[in-house]
């Protein structure tokens, strides 16, 4: 039997715990946070005036334009999108899986996901021409004859995918948190916490028959979600694969999407995890280096998947024959986006290579600017696909370019603003670690501990 | 009333004049417009675009806010409605466009009283229903918002600098006009008329006021005219018959383009095309790339220096080597041609090939010279030397049959005036139809010698270039508001009836002569019999033009002539006529030149500038270049190289003393050490729309022995460090070895049509859908094809469709539903070119319409792929998906036009609000009109019935539209001809449009397509 | 306000009357539940900070049937789908779109897949809040750590047979810091 | 018991709620918003009731568009003065007088605009006339009517459910009403 690391430092008892988790929610916030979360809302304002803008005066503020009609809005939507699978693996194929360390990482990377697919959602409605119509997509009975919507059309997959994902993932997330909004509850000193917490965790009381339910539906939950979030990627990708176009048009998008979008949530949770630990040093112990490490090991094996999609992606061009598909993939690497294209390869291939040296898995600095490459690289690998496909396709006098404006840069930089307010918000008024299915790993890879071989 | 459906009889449109008949009608006419939109209480035009006139020539207004229910609208009916005016139904006048010496018989669209829409009159001879982008586009220029509304009077300092402009009353200018023209010393400087009743008139004038008669015109023939003069002793203008010559050899020519009537020429071109087996053979020779060139089915490029030689050389080869032609023993002819023994060596191109060919096809072959690119200092000896090539080739009384009228002859030229103004002999100057204060290069010396003049009375609509130094602006109608005729170069003669009641206070060039002459109490007796330029006209018509009246009372010739728009007997003569051989000895070498030559030109879009100001035209991408919103010195690629020059970078050219800075376009097929520049652009006071869009390059002109030398001008280059992108509406400008525009030589079309198509086998997972009633389709002949654009202006003003400008095509957002997409085959340097004109393909197994999430585009169960853009959220998902990226999406709300130019738009074509997405419809009003129509009398959609807006416009007869299920129409037919293909066919999209091969009367074609070399289909 | 009072009232759980014990160690109290249950006590119940490895076999909880909602529930959900797009897209309003046929069933797979989980998720959580009694307004608190470290078995006194005397001796033996009579 | 009922209740309450709602919205007879039973008052108080109604006059004979147009269009003055022209029907009524006088002065009357269309959707009066359908089977009994009023909802069901039945063979393209 392999000798585990313990997945708690600091010799804890389930006291210290509650203690530890619960005190981040309950103290008044440093000025730090204040500071973290001007910025946010700065950039936050940022994103309703270019979006409040764009909608004010039309979507020509933005660099779309004929051939490239998708741009940045959709390049970011798939980017969270992607983002936000990293926190549903974590919680529940890692969970299926029993792996045990996904305890302390689970919660805020659920968290990441909701607001990721929140942020992510409002993209492909402020995309549109006329966002004011956008419930059009929804098969509402109506008085039109009534008309419905065309199930064939990949944006109504998208919209039964992104809605159900995002209710799957906030039920799963909330349902998960509802014993700790019951602890945090019955440490409540002043009246209105316990009442807000009260309400929040629907009366959790904690007996066993309930745990007896609670666990069966989690179960449930994560084995719902399993398919789910593969599903909803591969959706996603076929925005693009079920479509025509030269680029878009391959079988191999939905493992390909899939693969990326856990590539980049990872190090999006490894973003946000280092940070984290950093401003709530207690947290140090719960989250410790070998989380980190596992995570950066996914990232390295994703990574390698998506590299291989790369290559597999200039292989079927060739094989294929077809002098559209062949001309794209040499386009994209050595047209006019070629600098794209190979910031993509750059960040998401080569990169996370260091990965392979224990020392840089271990180090907090050499991760944290890994993840960042990441993610950079995950946004252009959707601005590879999105825009050097659409910009030069079947016939060449259709040939055109993409050049964004300041608005575009502001939608894109204005979506980190609501997705970290969101978070900031969260880490201060929500348990941001499970302390519920913490305690049971507790004693995981202790001296002498008896019960953790489950 | 004959107020009936299109094409159902030829008295579907109507005539004014059957109104007239009426006394009621004048009083009726002048209630018309009282609640017209122009005129509505509170200066809105409302929220409802698609109908102007809601009801019965009608305003709108919002009332208030809080009302019972929202939006709340008005019915204003008229109070006396006029009979033949049925609201929602349109109205088709007879009418003719005349520009230069183009005159096409026209049909005009009204609605509610207002034109909307101009279409060629299928009963018109020369351009038999077919339309230019300038006929089309001249509607614009009615509803011009920078027009002047009244009659005004520019007060003048002392040199003629504009102090003020002023309205005044038209009384008050014929008072101070009439005063003026008693102190005698008149004269008048006036473009060329094509309207024979207008000639009269200004010749009754100039008789009554003892005017003398100048003439110039922007774009000049007066040295083709003078040579025609001394061949053949004939000032006129040969009727050149393109449909007959198998052989056409164009030197620095563009026919097809802007040359003396391209309209017409483009349809007997088209028609020689389509004569299989015959087709006939174009060979260009020419600087430039002009629309002509892309045609070539051979190409020599030259300096504009080597027009004379080449056709020299073609003389000599033919005449001295081959010994063909009765000339051949003239030792005269002789020695004057050895001079010109230049073929091959340094003239750079031989020449032999095109002679041999020449001499075969003798008698039906044709050789073209002139247009400003032609028009060097030798352009005399150019055009004689054509002449007498012509004469050679037997090709008088076949190919080029003598004028029976010869051209409008009473007048001097334009440096005549300037000499009677350097001696004061002019006191009032009237100056009308020319803009030669834009036009004329300083040196021709006018503009410092009008100062002297006591008073300049023009005729334009505004204080352009001309106008801002006149004392009054006598402001012209609108052709479109106006009465008039016009004589074809064919010898058809069209009557121009108003098909609305002028939009301002604006007069009649016409009435304001007669009304000066009546103020003098002088003219003719039909002037003094003349209530109105219309009485006057009339007149003229009954003494003079009517033919045939088929022993009908003139009233019912008049009536039947308004209806049909032509008169049915054309002045013809036939016969060949005699070449003066002693014309040759006017011929004389060209001095070769070794710098930079400067060759101005006119693009098909804006012409001599007049239309400056119209939005659709300066967003019409130029045949060419496909570039839209300015000019720009062209460069071939050897040259740009040598010079370092990139796209859209500054050069500023010296020509003598004058210079331009101009950014630079790098030109393919353009010969070496030549750079092109075109005119019209550069306008200065001409309106919003046209002011600062280019540079006027007839500042660069020369003058010379009273002619204006716009080629072959030694330049001067510098190339700049600035850049200005240049909005060029085309991508990319090769196939890039795809199967998109199939070309065949004409050996091998015969021979198995259609052999060049890649088919490939299509596999599909569904049952397809069957169409049971109509299925509309579409065919473009890419071999008639000329890709002259007047289907996309066309369309533009068939469907309302909007001009974003050029910030905006820079970034690709043109709206245009059609588009002509120039593809160069072969080395950049010396390419064939292909036009390819690309509607939505209502494709039946549409990309587009998988993808939309709202089903915002659908099919309909008669083939059409319909956008409906009420439905429409805007996802732009449709365009993505779509292969031939035909659909265009609105950026911005395109809906605010700036008034009067909203009342062009057509009520039966929704305005597309911001944020949705539109594309070609295959004018599926027109199917729903006609469909109905069919329904209400009881009858079955008759085939070609109608068509759509292109294929109406075309003057080639390329795109042919109607009823694929039908199989007496002619689309279903042409559809299914072994050389008609779809585009992108292996994409199994099953467009409804089918392309006809490109045919090449060559040898071998000079691009392959790459598209099947590996053969990894079969 | 009635109504709301109402709703209050409504979800305002009524505590039973009972006795408790309290642990702080876990492996304790499901050996103390496994001899309440043996002492026959049926209705009593376990109150842990978070779920107990072994006290469902030691309480005699049986098998949560929550799994037949959802497989009902996402049957539902998937028949739901296949029934509306091929009513929609076939049956109510008949377009022609690509050229494809009315019901082209493999582009339906994505919603009717969607549909299916969306109701399989929403019916469990709804089936797991209808069988805890959730949501509640103020639940009685035996004590405020047993959600962070205390463990607590608590026996209702309408339970078969109840002996208080005999349940606090039965917890002190099995290691209970704090016996006391309450209300759950 | 109590609890369970009024638990039940809400269930209960909130599903048919839900039902009435998805009816409301889908059944195309109860509309909202669609301005049904607009009835204006108009300039000159013009009588239907007395016109059609009581002398039977056909609607055709002012509403001349009806079988050509797309617009059945409201008659300008011209229609009106041929029965109340000079010395003709009822001359000494104000309204009449004004009629006349706006007539002779060449002025229009502004009439409110009961049925409206939006701006996209092309209707066109002749083909439903062709088919038979009765003007009232649309605009209401409007013999009876002494002010106009919007009978109909006009919405695109209420179009579509009549093209869709089989006796009409009316299409259903978009294309048929929106282009």
Redesign the interface.
């Known amino acids: 039997m392999i000798r585990r690391n313990p997945l708690i430092l600091g010799n804890k008892t389930y006291e210290t715990i509650t203690n530890d988790i619960a005190s981040v929610v309950e103290r008044f916030p440093k000025p730090a946070f204040f500071v973290g979360l001007s910025a946010t809302l700065f950039l936050l304002f940022i994103f309703i005036f270019a979006k409040g803008m764009i909608v004010t005066y039309g979507m020509g503020m933005m660099g779309t334009s004929h051939p490239v009609n998708w741009g940045t809005d959709i390049i970011t939507f798939v980017f969270w999108i992607g983002i936000g699978h990293a926190g549903t693996l974590i919680s529940a194929i890692l969970f299926l899986f029993r792996q045990k360390w996904r305890t302390s990482i689970a919660r805020s990377a659920e968290a990441m996901t909701v607001f990721a697919v929140m942020t992510a959602g409002l993209f492909p409605i402020l995309h549109t021409g006329r966002p004011w119509l956008a419930y059009w997509l929804l098969p509402y009975p109506n008085q039109r004859g009534p008309l419905w919507v065309n199930f064939r059309s990949p944006l109504i997959w998208d919209v039964f995918a992104v809605s159900t994902y995002a209710t799957v993932s906030i039920v799963f997330w909330y349902i998960g948190m509802v014993p700790d909004l019951a602890t945090i509850r019955d440490r409540a000193k002043s009246p209105w916490r316990k009442r807000i917490y009260g309400a929040l965790s629907l009366g959790w009381r904690g007996t066993a028959r309930n745990w007896n339910h609670y666990e069966m539906v989690y179960m449930l939950l994560a084995g719902l979600s399993t398919p789910l979030v593969l599903s909803v990627h591969s959706i996603v990708s076929f925005d693009f694969a079920v479509a025509s176009l030269p680029g878009w048009h391959t079988t191999i998008f939905p493992p390909y999407f899939v693969a990326g979008a856990i590539f980049s949530g990872f190090a999006m949770v490894v973003t946000l995890m280092t940070i984290f630990r950093e401003l709530v040093p207690v947290f140090k112990d719960y989250i410790t280096l070998d989380h980190m490490e596992a995570m950066n090991k996914i990232i390295m094996a994703t990574g390698l998947m998506v590299g291989y999609a790369y290559g597999s992606e200039f292989f079927i061009a060739w094989y294929s024959g077809v002098e559209y598909e062949k001309y794209v993939f040499l386009n994209r690497a050595f047209g006019p986006f070629a600098w794209s294209y190979w910031i993509m390869v750059t960040c998401n291939v080569i990169i996370p290579q260091v990965f392979w040296f224990k020392a840089a898995r271990r180090s907090i600095p050499i991760m944290f600017i890994v993840s960042i490459f990441v993610n950079i690289g995950m946004w252009f690998e959707r601005f590879v696909i999105v825009v050097t496909s659409l910009h030069r396709d079947f016939l060449p006098s259709n040939w055109g370019t993409w050049i964004p404006t300041v608005w575009d840069f502001g939608a894109l930089f204005g979506s980190f603003g609501l997705f970290l307010t969101l978070f900031l918000l969260y880490s201060r008024v929500l348990p941001a670690i499970s302390i519920a299915e913490v305690k049971p790993v507790l004693n995981v890879g202790r001296e002498g501990d008896g019960n953790g071989h489950h | 009333m004959e107020t009936q459906n299109h094409g159902v009889t030829n008295k579907y449109w109507m005539s004014l004049e059957q109104w007239r008949n009426d006394p009621e009608f004048a009083r009726l006419v002048e209630n018309e417009f009282r609640s017209s939109p122009l005129q509505s209480e509170d200066g809105k035009d409302g929220w409802a675009r698609r109908e102007f006139l809601k009801l019965m020539g009608a305003s709108l207004a919002l009332t208030t806010f809080g009302c019972v229910r929202r939006p709340a609208q008005k019915i204003i009916p008229y109070a006396k409605k006029p009979v033949e005016v049925t609201h929602g139904i349109p109205n088709f006048y007879a009418s003719a466009y005349s520009e230069g010496y183009e005159s096409i018989g026209i049909l005009v669209t009204t609605r509610d009283g207002r034109p909307i829409k101009i279409e060629g009159n299928p009963d018109h001879p020369g351009n038999q229903g077919g339309t230019s982008a300038r006929a089309i586009a001249h509607i614009l220029k009615l509803y011009d918002p920078d027009r002047f509304t009244n009659a005004k009077r520019n007060l003048q300092n002392a040199t003629r600098t504009n102090r003020e402009t002023v309205n005044v009353s038209w009384e008050n200018v014929d008072k101070a006009v009439v005063e003026q023209l008693k102190k005698g010393k008149v004269a008048m400087l006036m473009g060329t008329q094509i309207s024979p009743s207008t000639q009269a008139l200004i010749e009754d004038f100039a008789g009554a006021t003892n005017a003398t008669l100048y003439n110039y015109d922007d774009l000049s023939h007066s040295s083709f005219l003078e040579a025609q003069k001394v061949c053949y002793g004939q000032k006129a203008l040969p009727r050149y018959r393109i449909d007959r010559a198998k052989y056409i050899v164009a030197i620095n020519n563009d026919f097809l383009g802007t040359w003396l009537t391209p309209t017409h020429f483009n349809r007997q071109f088209a028609e020689g095309r389509r004569a299989m087996p015959e087709m006939n053979k174009l060979v260009v020779f020419e600087s430039l790339m002009s629309l002509t060139g892309t045609n070539a089915d051979r190409r020599f490029r030259i300096r504009p220096s080597q027009s004379l030689d080449v056709v020299m050389a073609l003389l000599h080869e033919i005449i001295v080597v081959k010994k063909v032609s009765r000339y051949a023993s003239d030792g005269a002819v002789l020695r004057m041609l050895s001079a010109f023994a230049r073929n091959g060596g340094d003239l750079g191109v031989d020449v032999t090939g095109v002679a041999d060919e020449l001499i075969k096809n003798r008698g039906q072959s044709l050789v073209l010279a002139g247009g400003l690119p032609a028009e060097t200092e030798n352009a005399m000896s150019l055009y004689i030397a054509t002449n007498f090539l012509n004469a050679v080739l037997d090709n008088e009384g076949k190919t080029v049959e003598p004028a029976a009228v010869e051209a409008w002859g009473t007048q001097r030229g334009i440096s005549e005036l300037v000499t009677a103004l350097k001696n004061k002999e002019i006191k009032t100057l009237i100056i009308h139809g020319c803009n030669p204060l834009y036009s004329l290069p300083r040196s021709a010396g006018l503009e410092e010698n009008l100062k002297d003049v006591e008073m300049i009375i023009y005729t334009g609509d505004r204080n352009d270039e001309t106008g801002r130094l006149c004392d009054y602006i006598a402001c012209d109608h609108h052709p479109l508001e106006n009465w008039g005729d016009s004589r074809s170069l064919d010898g058809v003669v069209s009557v121009q009836q108003p098909t609305i009641e002028p939009l301002h206070n604006t007069r009649a060039m016409q009435d304001s002569l007669l009304s000066w002459m009546k103020g003098l109490g002088k003219g003719s007796a039909r002037a003094r019999g003349s209530e109105t330029w219309y009485d006057y006209l009339r007149s003229n018509w009954s003494d003079n033009l009517a033919r045939n009246t088929g022993g009908k009372s003139f009233d019912d010739y008049w009536v039947n002539l308004l209806q049909v728009g032509v008169r049915e007997t054309p002045e013809r003569s036939g016969g060949g006529r005699g070449f003066v051989t002693s014309a040759l000895a006017r011929v004389k070498p060209s001095q070769a030149q070794s710098g930079f030559e400067l060759v101005l030109y006119e693009t098909v879009g804006l012409g001599d500038g007049s239309l400056a100001n119209v939005p659709w035209l300066q967003e019409f991408p130029d045949p060419v270049t496909k570039i839209v919103w300015d000019n720009y010195a062209c460069f071939s690629l050897r040259d740009a190289k040598q010079f370092k020059i990139r796209e859209g970078q500054n050069v500023t050219l010296m020509v003598g003393d004058h210079t331009v800075t101009v950014p630079a376009h790098i030109q393919p097929g353009q010969a070496d050490g030549v750079i092109g520049l075109a005119v019209g652009y550069g306008r200065k006071g001409a309106g919003k729309v046209a002011e600062g869009v280019g540079v006027n390059a007839y500042g660069l002109a020369a003058w010379k022995d009273s002619r204006l030398i716009s080629s072959g001008l030694e330049t001067k280059l510098t190339v700049e460090k600035t850049f200005v992108e240049l909005a060029c509406t085309q991508g990319h400008h090769t196939m890039e070895g795809r199967q998109i525009v199939i070309e065949e030589t004409l050996a091998d079309h015969i021979k198995k049509p259609g052999g060049a198509i890649h088919h490939h086998p299509d596999l599909t997972m569904w049952k397809e859908i069957e169409y049971k009633g109509n299925k509309w389709g579409m065919v473009v002949d890419l071999n008639s094809c000329t890709g002259c654009g007047a289907c996309v202006i066309a369309c533009q003003s068939e469907n309302n469709i909007p001009v974003v400008g050029k910030k905006y095509v820079l970034r690709g957002r043109e709206m245009h539903w059609l588009r002509i997409d120039r593809y160069y085959t072969g080395t950049p340097e010396d390419p064939d070119t292909v036009h390819q004109p690309v509607p939505c393909m209502h494709c039946d197994n549409a990309p587009c319409e998988t993808v939309c999430p709202v089903i915002a585009t659908v099919h309909s169960d008669e083939g059409t792929n319909d956008m409906i853009y009420n439905r429409c959220v805007g996802t732009r998902y449709c365009s993505n998906n779509c292969p031939y990226k035909v659909r265009r999406f609105n950026w911005f709300d395109y809906t605010e036009i700036q008034k009067p130019r909203h009342l062009a738009l057509n009520p039966d074509v929704t305005v597309r609000h911001r944020g949705v997405m539109e594309k070609c419809t295959f004018c599926i009003h027109r199917i729903r009109f006609h469909k109905t129509q069919a329904k209400l009398e009881d009858r079955e959609l008759r085939a070609d019935e109608f068509t759509t807006a292109c294929a109406q416009a075309c003057p080639s007869k390329a795109i042919i539209f109607g009823d694929l299920n039908n199989s007496e129409s002619k689309v279903s037919g042409e559809f299914k001809k072994p050389h008609a293909y779809a585009l992108l066919g292996e994409l199994n999209t099953k467009p409804a449009v089918h392309y006809q091969v490109k045919v090449r009367n060559t040898e071998e074609l000079k691009g392959e397509s790459k598209h099947h070399e590996k053969g990894h289909h079969s | 306000m009635d109504i709301i009072e ?1 709703g209050i009232q ?2 305002r ?1 009524r505590g039973r009357k009972g006795i408790a014990g309290i642990w702080l160690d876990e492996h304790k109290l499901v050996e103390a ?1 496994r001899k309440t249950r043996q002492a026959g006590y049926t209705k009593f ?9 072994g ?2 076999e030691a ?1 005699g ?1 049986p098998f ?1 049937f ?2 037949w909602i ?1 497989f009902i529930f ?1 049957l539902a959900g998937f028949s739901f789908g296949v029934w ?2 091929w009513w ?2 076939a049956v ?2 008949p ?7 009315m019901w ?1 069933i493999p ?2 797979v ?2 009717m ?3 299916t ?2 109701f ?3 019916s ?2 709804g ?3 209808f ?2 009694g ?6 009685p ?1 035996i004590d ?6 205390k463990f607590a078995l608590f026996v209702p006194e309408d339970d078969k047979g109840f002996n208080a005397a005999n349940i606090e001796q039965l917890f002190r033996e099995m290691g209970a810091v704090e016996v006391k009579r309450t209300e759950f | 018991m109590t609890k369970k009922f009024v638990g039940a209740l809400v269930v209960f309450s909130i599903l048919g709620g839900l039902s009435a709602l998805v009816y409301a919205l889908s059944n195309n007879k109860v509309v909202i918003g669609y301005n049904q039973g607009y009835e204006p008052d108009q300039p000159i108080p013009f009588s239907h009731k007395l016109h059609a109604g009581q002398y039977k006059i056909d609607c055709k004979y002012c509403h001349t568009g009806t079988e050509t147009s797309k617009h059945a269009s409201v008659p300008s003055l011209n229609v009106c003065m041929n029965c109340h022209g000079p010395g003709l029907v009822q001359k000494e009524s104000d309204w009449i007088n004004a009629i006349r006088e706006a007539y002779n002065s060449g002025k229009s009357v502004a009439w409110q605009k009961v049925h409206l269309l939006p701006d996209f959707v092309r209707f066109h009066h002749g083909p439903h006339i062709k088919a038979g359908k009765d003007c009232t089977e649309c605009h209401g009994n409007v013999a009876e009517m002494e002010k106009i009023k919007q009978v109909s909802s006009l919405s695109m069901g209420w179009c579509v459910q009549c093209h869709r039945q089989p006796e009409n063979n009316a299409p259903t393209n978009c294309s048929t009403c929106h282009y």
């Open positions: 109402k409504l979800l759980s539940a119940e376990a109150i842990s900070p978070f779920p107990l490895h006290i469902d309480m909880i949560s929550i799994p959802t996402g509306f797009t929609t897209s109510d309003w377009v022609i779109i690509g050229g494809k046929p082209s582009a339906f994505p919603v897949f969607e549909l989980i969306l399989g998720a929403l469990s959580v089936a797991l809040i069988v805890c959730l949501p509640k307004v103020d639940p608190v405020p750590d047993l959600s962070s470290h």
